[in-house]
């Protein structure tokens, strides 16, 4: 569902893809060349110099290697706080949150849902605190949830504290994928409303770009399921179009202080 159609600037991107071929990242690759971009997939994880020279790349990456990547473009990603969502008011979380590391979260008797705050190095799901994986570092930063039942889940792709595009994602629990993503106009109306609510508060800070996902809570109503970064999220149903004009400012260049990288609070 397109929100908003903006307008692009007149010289013409080049969209960035990893080697990984998804669904996804074929989708944005036809909206870019309907557009008049430039698309590049790289063959393997270093970039070639040709493509460093690219006057304006637009990255859209995978979560473990993404960093890297766009450093060798001389670019940083732009990414959530590790702690946005515990510090988010609780009328917009409707649940308790909190940030705290992996050895403490294996010390929790009771059921937790529990992922790591920005990335997918274990799966993000509920855990008795002795059933966390192994591997990883004992000091790594998670978020460690109350369990609820999410009724339906929705992605919403935000620039300049703005919907861009949402789109269904689970209900019940479940991928709607094999269901096109449907959702009625009602519900997406819905999702929409809430989602303009959390941005228009002062107490919400965002980067300039942003993945807001949200849902209905089982007995609780609308509430923010997590923050996500652009650069790297699954776009489900949404205009690809319209999530490629999120992409183009989800990274910046690596330059101390600038102001692209200091989040956004409602005026």
Same mark, same amino acid.
């Given at each position: ?13 080049? =969209? ?8 996804? @990242? ?7 060349? @309907? ?6 997939r790289l063959a393997s994880w270093r970039v070639p110099e040709s493509l460093l020279a690219v006057s304006e790349p637009v990255l859209y990456l $995978? ?5 890297? =990547?766009? *450093? ?6 732009? $990414? ?56 990883? *570092?004992?000091?790594?930063?998670? =978020?460690?949830? $109350?369990?609820?039942?999410? *009724? ?14 949402? @789109? ?75 999530? =490629? ?23």
């Open positions: 569902m397109t929100l908003k159609q903006g307008r692009f600037l007149t010289a013409m991107p080049t =969209l960035i893809l990893t080697p990984r071929f998804t669904a996804d @990242s074929q989708s944005l690759w036809r909206a870019a060349v @309907s557009l008049g971009w430039g698309v590049e $995978e979560g473990l290697f993404g960093p890297t =990547l766009a *450093e060798q473009f001389g670019l940083r990603l732009l $990414e959530p706080p590790v702690d946005w969502l515990p510090r988010l008011p609780e009328d917009f979380r409707r649940r308790q949150v909190s940030l705290t590391t992996l050895r403490e979260a294996r010390a929790n008797p009771e059921p937790a849902f529990v992922k790591p705050p920005n990335d997918k190095s274990f799966p993000a799901r509920t855990y008795v605190g002795d059933e966390l994986p192994d591997g990883y *570092e004992e000091d790594s930063p998670v =978020l460690v949830a $109350e369990v609820v039942a999410w *009724e339906k889940e929705f992605r919403c792709f935000v620039l300049d504290r703005q919907p861009r595009t949402l @789109s269904v994602y689970l209900r019940g629990g479940e991928l709607q994928r094999d269901k096109g993503f449907e959702a009625s106009g009602e519900e997406l109306g819905e999702a929409e409303k809430f989602v303009r609510t959390v941005l228009s508060d002062p107490r919400v800070d965002l980067p300039r770009t942003a993945v807001l996902d949200v849902g209905v809570i089982a007995g609780r109503g609308w509430a923010v399921v997590e923050q996500n970064a652009a650069w790297g999220a699954g776009i489900y149903g949404c205009d690809a179009v319209s999530v =490629l004009e999120v992409l183009r400012h989800a990274s910046v260049p690596v330059e101390p202080g600038d102001p692209a990288d200091q989040p956004q609070r409602a005026s």
